[in-house]
Structure formats: structure tokens, C-alpha cells
T-cell receptor
Framework: AQKITQTQPGMFVQEKEAVTLDCTYDTSDPSYGLFWYKQPSSGEMIFLIYQGSYDQQNATEGRYSLNFQKARKSANLVISASQLGDSAMYFCAMRGGGGQSGGSNYKLTFGKGTLLTVNP | KAGVTQTPRYLIKTRGQQVTLSCSPISGHRSVSWYQQTPGQGLQFLFEYFSETQRNKGNFPGRFSGRQFSNSRSEMNVSTLELGDSALYLC????????????FGPGTRLTVL
């Protein structure tokens, strides 16, 4: 079974500062993907960044980077130069790569989320 | 390229009724998954469809069902609605199964009275 843990229910950051949102995961799959999504109050889930378990380098997308530490099973999201529009709920998620599960682990398993508030 | 679209965006039903939600994936995407989001349970996987076949199902009662059409559009149906079915229902599409990124639609917010 796959499990995602986000231990920070809420985080505050000052505008223009960097912030790290924590995510740890647990899986027995040798191949998996890790995702971060942003959910504003409107409800839509916005894809931010993806890291594959075999990727050698940490993923980056603009102001977002994923600090992937495979041995520690952590996939923290780093947002640089926070903006007021970054205020939202952030979800870490995992998706398996098939393997012995026969594809039953292709679903996304989500953490409970972290509510980020950016202060002016 | 148009994103994932879901209709309707908002829905109010009463207990015992049934409801059908629709999802149109991104053009070219063949995999569609559905998720339920509630304040208490968070985001939970409902089912996944690929090539008109249900490939995966979450731990939900049989009142929840779905299907996928040849153009990859998907519908989910909930029969005999209960108060606890009030939730945001999110549809996600990906190009293929496996480790591809899933892109979500805006969701359908269902309220059961």
C-alpha cells in the first residue's frame, strides 16, 4: 500500500521569501512518481511538479522545485520568492508504476495537504 | 489545448435521488480517473478508466459507478444519494496509464440535502 504524509497542516510565509512544504511517502513499489498539486479556494487541482523515482536530478518548474531524497523517502516542495497568489492548499501525491500490482497502484494517493498563507 | 472539463459545476440533490457527472479529458488523453474530496476523508480514489474499461476501483459502495466512451469522455453515476455523498468530485486525465502526470478538471460540487 502507498501512503503520503504531510505533517504541516498550515504554513505561513512572508511575500518574496522561500518556503518548504514537507512530504514523506511509503511504498514497496520499485517504480513510482511523486506529484505536487495546488488547490486554490476555487477547488481546481493545479499540477505543479513531478518527480520520477529513477530521476537522478531534482525536478524544477519555474519557482517550484522538488527536494527528492529517496533514501529518506521524502519529496519536499520548495517555493522560491513567494507571491500572494501562492496562498492555497498544497497536496503531495504518489502514483505507482504498475509492476507486481498489475496496475492497481496507478491511482494517485494523496496526503492531507498543507494550507499555505502568504502574508504581504 | 483545452483542459479537462467537468459538467455540471454545481449540483444540489436530495437523499435517494441519483446523479450523473460528466468529464471530458484533454484531447489525446485516454485515461480518466475520478476522485472524491471531502473535509473529513480528504481526496479518495473512486475509479480509473482506460480504453472504455474500468481498470481500477477504490473502496466505495456499488452505488458509485462509471463508464468511459470511445472518445475517452467519462461519466460517473451515484444512485440512492446519501448525505455523506456531498463532496467535490474531481476528474483527472492522463495520456496513458502509469506514471504520466494527471491533470484535473475544475470539479463538480455536489450537495445532498
Amino acid at each position: 500500500a502507498q501512503k503520503i504524509t504531510q505533517t504541516q497542516p498550515g504554513m505561513f510565509v512572508q511575500e518574496k521569501e522561500a518556503v518548504t512544504l514537507d512530504c514523506t511517502y511509503d511504498t514497496s513499489d520499485p517504480s513510482y512518481g511523486l506529484f505536487w498539486y495546488k488547490q486554490p479556494s476555487s477547488g481546481e487541482m493545479i499540477f505543479l511538479i513531478y518527480q520520477g523515482s529513477y530521476d537522478q536530478q531534482n525536478a524544477t518548474e519555474g519557482r517550484y522545485s522538488l527536494n527528492f531524497q529517496k533514501a529518506r523517502k521524502s519529496a519536499n516542495l520548495v517555493i522560491s520568492a513567494s507571491q500572494l497568489g501562492d496562498s492555497a492548499m498544497y497536496f503531495c501525491a504518489m502514483r505507482g508504476g504498475g509492476g507486481q500490482s498489475g496496475g492497481s497502484n496507478y491511482k494517485l494517493t494523496f496526503g492531507k495537504g498543507t494550507l499555505l498563507t502568504v502574508n504581504p | 489545448k483545452a483542459g479537462v472539463t467537468q459538467t455540471p459545476r454545481y449540483l444540489i440533490k436530495t437523499r435517494g435521488q441519483q446523479v450523473t457527472l460528466s468529464c471530458s479529458p484533454i484531447s489525446g488523453h485516454r485515461s480518466v480517473s475520478w476522485y472524491q474530496q471531502t473535509p473529513g476523508q480528504g481526496l479518495q480514489f473512486l475509479f480509473e478508466y482506460f480504453s472504455e474499461t474500468q481498470r481500477n476501483k477504490g473502496n466505495f459502495p456499488g452505488r458509485f459507478s462509471g463508464r468511459q466512451f470511445s472518445n475517452s469522455r467519462s461519466e460517473m453515476n451515484v444512485s440512492t444519494l446519501e448525505l455523506g455523498d456531498s463532496a467535490l468530485y474531481l476528474c483527472a486525465s492522463s495520456f496513458n496509464r502509469g506514471l504520466n502526470e494527471q491533470f484535473f478538471g475544475p470539479g463538480t460540487r455536489l450537495t445532498v440535502l
